[in-house]
């Protein structure tokens, strides 16, 4: 299983050394962790850069892209699959940039709305439907992914903390975490909005439930 922390703002490099798979830097003005600033830290090896978006201007998006070497977008608004599709096209006019696709997950959720977009996303990203777009800091109920029958992968968010570990210890071990890329980590790990406790993150790290996931798929925006 993969990692990715994300609603970096403050102390990036101190979170990089921790060698995380993805870390995300939010561009939104709604956010206490937007990130304004110039440019994004030199990073280790192997870890991709995540921009988060809300319903951003495509031009707006793809500079980010460019300036600050994005290696993956996440979309975490009302994106619609044509402006899925039509960003995709961009993004792989050079070097591939991966599309993760957000969702807010409820109550109940109809998984089958999804399909739009399987083929115009890398992943999907399901968080905790709540006032705000992302970092809400609440847990949704898992097994509503018994209900998800696509084997489009997907990353697991929405309050992940240090008080899951043996609640992720059993996900991982049951059928519905068999397309689960990675777990999505933010504001339950955090001394203020943007930075990071990384005692926490190191004791999170130990809980050995970690795997490798799946080939990733190969897709068409024509």
């Not at 705000?132 to 992968?153: I, K, Q, V």
């Not at 990353?155 to 996900?171: D, R, T, V, Y």
């Not at 004791?203 to 970690?210: A, H, P, V």
Request: charged share 25%; aromatic share 12%; net charge negative.
């Amino acid at each position: 299983m993969k990692l990715k922390i994300c609603g970096m703002l403050h102390n990036t490099l101190e979170v990089a050394s921790l060698k995380p798979d993805y870390l995300g830097f939010i561009f939104w003005e709604g956010s206490p962790r937007n990130y304004t600033q110039s440019g994004i830290p030199e990073l280790p090896e192997g870890i991709t850069r995540v921009g988060v978006f809300v319903d951003a201007p495509l031009d707006f998006v793809l500079d980010r892209v460019g300036e600050l070497g994005l290696g993956a977008v996440q979309l975490h608004g009302k994106e619609t699959p044509e402006y899925c599709r039509s960003l995709g096209k961009h993004l792989q006019r050079s070097e591939h940039v991966e599309l993760i696709k957000a969702f807010p997950v409820g109550e109940s959720f109809d998984f089958s709305s999804l399909e739009p977009y399987l083929e115009v996303s890398d992943y999907f990203l399901f968080d905790t439907k709540g006032v705000l777009p992302g970092g809400n800091g609440r847990t949704f109920d898992w097994t509503l992914l018994e209900a998800y029958s696509f084997e489009h992968p997907f990353f697991l968010s929405g309050g992940i903390g240090e008080a899951h570990c043996e609640k992720l210890q059993n996900f991982v071990r049951s059928p519905h975490s068999k397309h689960c890329h990675a777990f999505d980590v933010n504001s339950a790990f955090e001394t203020r909005p943007g930075e990071k406790d990384t005692k926490a993150l190191e004791r999170f790290l130990q809980c050995r439930f970690w795997k490798e996931s799946g080939p990733k798929k190969n897709l068409n925006y024509d």
